[in-house]
């Protein structure tokens, strides 16, 4: 089982940058691939970036170019904030799955365990 704790949210407003940490814990949280994910208010969640299986950053069209994630850490900095990237931020976590014969992550929209999200808001 692996917990997730997300901080680094705020207030911001329009063009301002943000940096969220998720901090992951328990006995096994090593063999996991995070991830993160956003939900603005009235939308369904999405996934923002996760690890392919090939070890690649997938970012979503919507924050590539704006939006860089540390592998090693997972920290997710965010810079060009946007009205429309307000929302409630989650880290999440996914077990590794078999690709070709090698256990990999399974890449961004896919997760198995969630944090209790950080929210963003940026106003314009």
């Known amino acids: 089982q692996v917990r997730l704790m997300e901080s680094g949210g705020g207030s911001v407003q329009s063009g301002g940058s943000l940096t969220l940490s998720c901090t992951a814990s328990g006995s096994t949280y090593r063999g996991y691939c995070l991830g993160w994910f956003r939900q603005a208010p009235g939308k369904e969640r999405e996934g923002v970036v996760g690890?392919?299986?090939d070890g690649s950053l997938n970012y979503a069209d919507s924050v590539k170019g704006r939006f860089t994630v540390s592998k090693n850490t997972m920290s997710l900095q965010m810079s060009s904030l946007k009205p429309e990237d307000t929302g409630v931020y989650y880290c999440?976590?996914?077990?590794?799955?078999?690709?070709?014969?090698?256990?990999?992550?399974?890449?961004?929209?896919?997760?198995?365990?969630w944090g209790q999200g950080t929210q963003v808001t940026v106003s314009s």
């Open positions: 690890i392919d299986p």
């Open positions: 999440v976590a996914q077990n590794r799955a078999y690709y070709y014969g090698r256990l990999s992550c399974r890449g961004r929209g896919q997760a198995d365990f």
